[in-house]
């Protein structure tokens, strides 16, 4: 009987593992945004703005900001640390505002809001099936 507590303790739920994955999943996401980022400021990008010196201020700072954020929080989800879902909510929050609030300054990209939007409630889908879980296992 204890044996048997003991290993429903110890073994992940789906749930949890499903979370592990769309956290790592999530990370090489990140990785990959935050390399497009530097591929733009370091002149790799075609278009107008396809260098750092070339770019307004406006792009600058943000471009800057999320070549640094994407990759901080793609460590941080893939290592699942606490402050890796913080760090993303930061970096998607400021490219969601640049691509809808600020769409003028920078371009109307709805699309980027969308998935953010979606990557959320993935996530908080997750935490409370896993917070649930973690509930109903401690009644028992």
């Known amino acids: 009987m ?3 507590q003991l290993r429903q303790r110890i073994e992940p739920s ?3 593992t499903g979370f592990v994955w769309f956290m790592r999943l999530l990370s090489i996401y990140c990785l990959a945004l935050g390399l497009s980022y530097w591929i733009r400021l370091i002149g790799l990008h075609q278009g107008m703005l396809w260098r750092f010196d070339l770019m307004p201020w406006q792009w600058q700072t943000a471009a800057v900001s999320l070549a ?5 929080a793609a460590s ?5 640390a606490p402050w890796g879902p913080v760090v993303w909510f930061g970096a ?3 490219e969601t505002a640049m691509y ?3 769409e003028r300054i920078f371009a109307a ?4 809001g ?3 939007l979606l990557i959320l409630t993935v996530y908080i889908a997750f935490r409370a099936i896993i917070f649930l879980q973690g509930r109903e296992r401690r009644r028992r």
């Open 2 to 4: 204890m044996e048997e």
């Open 14 to 16: 789906l749930a949890e």
């Open 68 to 72: 640094i954020l994407f990759p901080v």
């Open 76 to 80: 941080g989800l893939w290592m699942r």
């Open 92 to 94: 998607a929050l400021v």
């Open 100 to 102: 809808t609030v600020f």
């Open 109 to 112: 990209k709805p699309m980027v």
């Open 114 to 116: 969308i998935t953010n």
